[in-house]
């Protein structure tokens, strides 16, 4: 199988315990509770994305695919799928500010519905640390595949991390 058309990897600043996919800004979706992924809410043209770390940054690698890519669960805590409709782009953005110029659009094939699969790991030593200085070595980090797919519900293929559970069963 061919792989990814574009994959960066980069240190992406996350605040309040969160950072956003955005096509349009006014579409990202609040916490609402439970998160059934216990990691991403897509809503169309935005999702919010729950890291362990507080403040500071982690790792994120976002690839862009023309099909779905293989399954990797090893070496992950937790891999879920959503689907993310798109009606422009979906950047990935910092914690309070804009898009993160060296990661790819992840509707790259313009507008459509699109399945974004999110791997981590290191979320719970994220929230363990809560907080890091710019010197310091993240200690999270988030892999992000994106494809054109049609509609489909989300999915949760491996679940193992405290904090994702915490998520999936925090009562509303």
């Not at 315990?17 to 059934?36: M, S, T």
């Not at 890091?132 to 679940?159: F, G, K, M, T, Y």
């Amino acid at each position: 199988m061919p792989g990814p058309l574009r994959d960066v990897r980069a240190r992406l600043f996350v605040a309040e315990g969160q950072y956003v996919i955005v096509g349009d800004e006014e579409r990202v979706p609040g916490i609402r509770q439970p998160v059934a992924t216990g990691v991403i809410i897509a809503a169309p043209d935005g999702a919010l994305l729950l890291p362990g770390m507080n403040t500071g940054d982690i790792w994120v690698r976002a690839e862009t695919w023309a099909a779905a890519p293989p399954l990797e669960l090893a070496g992950w805590d937790d891999v879920v799928e959503v689907s993310y409709p798109a009606t422009t782009e979906a950047r990935l953005c910092a914690g309070g500010g804009g898009a993160h110029e060296a990661l790819p659009d992840l509707a790259w094939d313009g507008p459509g519905t699109y399945r974004l699969r999110v791997s981590t790991r290191g979320r719970d030593a994220g929230a363990a640390a809560d907080w890091l200085d710019d010197d310091e070595d993240p200690v999270e980090e988030h892999r992000i595949q994106s494809w054109p797919a049609p509609a489909s519900p989300p999915a949760v293929h491996q679940a193992t991390d405290e904090l994702g559970a915490y998520w999936r069963s925090a009562p509303d």
